[in-house]
């Protein structure tokens, strides 16, 4: 197996893949990888604008880090910039250990300027394509990388062994700090401004009038085999993505192999990442590689409707061969979403929770909070914007974090009555009444027994448009056993399950105007976050919290906090 090849890498940045080779693990058994992150305000060309953004190692993208199944992260961060900031490791069970999983304010306070944290895990029965990223407020728009989790030595992929393989990181770029286009949003109360770009690895790509700074360019030989590891690490939005001229087979989705299958188009929502395969086998040439947004709400909503690219060269290609660009689908074409995700399926038979303990059913959505019109009143007609689940809009406490209230059992923090089921039923997909669009905003959780066997229905509303959502567990892998348009339907709905091969996620889209199934065990004691991870949505609260219990003994009980845990 070839780890990457980065001779075959060239045309990525060069600085990160400088970094990179010192991420590279020696690969015998199981090792322990030491880190050092400085997060640090770095000047970033892109596009017209060079704003000071936080980084880390001051690259853009992050550095990507290499290990196998098995391995042991140590990261020590030092916060060097302007902002509190903390870092998540998307997708890691983090088992026995959510002092290691990073959002602010629910496993740990932040990590304040000129303090340092460690993070310390061990990646156990996981391997694919992950990634990191900042957790605190909208700094993960440029704090982000690839986390790659190779199989043990000896345990090759369940596909063709890849020529060599490219991490492709699909982002969000604004002409601006990011910090100052929530800041505006927060102020208003309307949506906050779009994003300038989209990325690919770091680059905008060539069909950006603004766009300086170079396009990132894979060079391959005919015949080549290549593995595509991709991560959409954009801040609000679900983006569709192709190669011109090739077909993609899927073989891998949030680090889970997949039955695999070849298609034209992947969509992707934010936090979401899938690994294809792609067979250099068309006439030598330039190909983009593009992606642009699959925009779900309704028509009158902005979006990002630009066009990011990267370029797939042959090298036996002539060299004044122009770049072929692929015809990607409409913003708006949810018939291709449906097909796509509808083919995503374990790659064997599965054991999926059938003897349910906690039967959840969570309503997501927007909705609005009147107000008095002026400059903090800028959302539709006079309003301004909130999110909830079961009509609670997450308030994240200040003083403490959600987990050390728990472990050190202080008072006053979080309550654990969130609600199982919507306070009230309604139409959710249809034309919800005014009285139902102001959520009531609590720091509220939800407690689980360790072990219990658990079933959530997540219903789209409609109060200010049906949207596709991706929704993300922390500590959590869960098995999607349904998905489906309009109102579940929980007399008729259960029998078209998939309990034999449903795909097993982290990240969830969804689906506009529509409903998905997740089930999973609550064998991972803690207190973990599941939220939206369109971050709009996050911050006007689309969130809530499990707290898993202990179990019993030492195996099934949260181990003790590190001495260096952030204080408050």
């Known amino acids: 197996m070839e780890a990457y090849n980065f001779l075959k890498l060239k045309p990525l940045l060069v600085h990160a893949l400088l970094l990179s080779l010192s991420l590279i693990a020696s690969f015998a058994n199981a090792e322990t990888h030491y880190r050092k992150f400085v997060v640090q305000d770095t000047p970033v060309k892109r596009l017209c604008r060079t704003p000071h953004v936080m980084t880390v190692n001051g690259q853009f993208p992050g550095p990507t880090l290499q290990v196998r199944n098995g391995d042991t992260l140590i990261v020590k961060v030092l916060n060097s910039g302007r902002y509190n900031v903390t870092l998540h490791w998307h997708g890691v069970r983090q088992l026995r250990n959510p002092w290691a999983d990073g959002p602010a304010y629910v496993t740990q306070c932040p990590i304040q300027p000129g303090a340092t944290y460690t993070y310390r895990f061990t990646i156990e029965n996981q391997e694919g394509t992950l990634w990191w990223h900042a957790h605190s407020k909208w700094l993960r728009a440029t704090v982000y990388g690839a986390l790659i989790i190779y199989p043990k030595i000896g345990c090759p992929y369940p596909f063709p062994k890849p020529t060599h393989e490219i991490p492709i990181l699909l982002g969000e770029w604004w002409n601006r700090d990011p910090m100052s286009v929530l800041r505006q949003a927060q102020f208003t109360g309307a949506a906050p401004n779009i994003s300038d770009a989209y990325t690919i690895n770091g680059q905008p790509g060539d069909l950006y009038s603004c766009s300086s700074h170079g396009t990132a360019r894979f060079a391959i030989n005919s015949g080549d085999t290549i593995l595509l590891r991709i991560i959409n690490a954009a801040m609000n939005q679900q983006l569709f993505f192709q190669v011109a001229g090739h077909q993609?087979?899927?073989?891998?989705?949030?680090?889970?192999?997949?039955?695999?299958?070849?298609?034209?188009?992947?969509?992707?929502?934010?936090?979401?990442?899938?690994?294809?395969?792609?067979?250099?086998?068309?006439?030598?040439?330039?190909?983009?590689?593009?992606?642009?947004?699959?925009?779900?709400?309704?028509?009158?909503?902005?979006?990002?409707?630009?066009?990011?690219?990267?370029?797939?060269?042959?090298?036996?290609?002539?060299?004044?061969?122009?770049?072929?660009?692929?015809?990607?689908?409409?913003?708006?074409d949810t018939a291709t979403v449906t097909r796509f995700t509808s083919q995503i399926k374990s790659l064997s038979e599965v054991k999926v929770p059938?003897?349910?303990?906690?039967?959840?059913?969570?309503?997501?959505?927007?909705?609005?909070?009147?107000?008095?019109?002026?400059?903090?009143c800028q959302g539709p007609n006079n309003t301004r914007f909130a999110a909830s689940m079961n009509n609670v809009s997450f308030v994240l406490p200040r003083k403490w974090s959600l987990l050390q209230a728990?472990?050190?059992?202080?008072?006053?923090?979080?309550?654990?009555?969130?609600?199982?089921?919507?306070?009230?039923?309604?139409?959710?997909?249809?034309?919800?009444?005014?009285?139902?669009?102001?959520?009531?905003?609590?720091?509220?959780?939800?407690?689980?027994?360790?072990?219990?066997?658990?079933?959530?229905?997540?219903?789209?509303?409609?109060?200010?448009s049906t949207e596709d959502h991706p929704m993300h567990i922390h500590g959590y892998e869960f098995y999607v056993v349904g998905q489906g348009f309009g109102n579940f339907n929980p007399r008729t709905d259960p029998a078209k399950f998939n309990l034999v091969d449903p795909p097993l996620r982290n990240t969830i889209d969804v689906p506009v105007g529509g409903w998905a199934v997740i089930r999973f065990v609550a064998d991972n004691p803690g207190v973990w976050f599941m939220h939206c991870h369109i971050d709009s949505h996050l911050t006007w609260g689309l969130a809530m919290a499990f707290l898993v219990e202990n179990g019993e003994g030492e195996l099934q009980s949260i181990v003790p906090p590190p001495a260096d845990l952030p204080p408050c």
Do not use: H
């Not at 959840?360 to 400059?375: E, M, Q, Y």
């Open 248 to 332: 993609l087979t899927v073989v891998e989705a949030d680090a889970a192999y997949t039955k695999p299958f070849t298609t034209s188009t992947l969509m992707l929502g934010p936090g979401q990442t899938t690994n294809v395969l792609l067979t250099a086998n068309q006439a030598p040439g330039r190909y983009y590689m593009a992606a642009r947004a699959y925009a779900s709400a309704s028509p009158n909503v902005p979006f990002d409707n630009t066009t990011t690219t990267a370029i797939l060269e042959y090298r036996s290609a002539s060299r004044t061969a122009m770049p072929i660009l692929p015809q990607l689908p409409a913003f708006n």
């Open 354 to 376: 059938t003897k349910i303990d906690e039967n959840l059913f969570f309503t997501v959505g927007l909705g609005f909070l009147n107000c008095i019109p002026g400059p903090r």
């Open 406 to 464: 728990y472990y050190q059992s202080i008072p006053g923090v979080f309550t654990t009555d969130f609600p199982p089921v919507p306070p009230v039923k309604f139409d959710y997909t249809g034309n919800v009444s005014r009285a139902l669009w102001r959520p009531v905003f609590y720091t509220k959780v939800y407690k689980m027994k360790f072990g219990s066997s658990v079933q959530i229905v997540l219903q789209d509303t409609a109060i200010f």
